[in-house]
């Protein structure tokens, strides 16, 4: 029992990722305000990213910049630097998540002024009637 506890206190990072992947998960569905269930997607995505920046990082190494010369004979062994695929991939994910935030909001806006109001039952309940 000791070793499962240790366990799961070494891995604290990704007890963090699954509380806010399902904080954001809890928010889009359960929520009615459209603004809630927006920022709710928004702590997902993060999460996301979060997740994917950790794993992506390793113990020991070091950034991929060879400091040797064309002409040397010195080995390189890729597990000696890190990968920055997922860490770039990621600096785009964060850039598509702010554009889909602001979109997100901006329809929001627009459902405001169209239903004069951001409850999703109340819209719902509204365009039946028309």
């Known amino acids: 029992m000791p070793e499962l506890i240790s366990t799961i206190v070494a891995k ?8 806010l992947m399902m904080i954001g998960l809890y928010a889009m569905i359960a929520k009615n305000n459209l603004v809630k269930k927006i920022v ?12 994917y920046v950790s794993i992506g990082a390793k113990r020991g190494a070091t950034i991929p910049i060879l400091e040797h010369g064309h002409g040397s004979s ?17 600096l ?5 998540a702010v554009a889909t935030l602001g979109v997100a909001l901006a329809l929001a806006v ?16 509204q365009m039946r009637e028309k």
């Open 12 to 19: 604290y990072n990704y007890w963090i990722y699954i509380t």
């Open 40 to 51: 709710g997607m928004s702590i997902f995505q993060t999460a996301i990213i979060l997740f």
């Open 74 to 90: 010195h080995i390189t062994h890729a597990v000696d630097y890190i990968n920055p695929l997922p860490h770039v991939l990621m």
């Open 92 to 96: 785009t994910a964060i850039v598509v």
């Open 110 to 125: 627009k459902v405001y002024n169209q239903y004069n109001t951001l409850e999703e039952d109340e819209i719902l309940t």
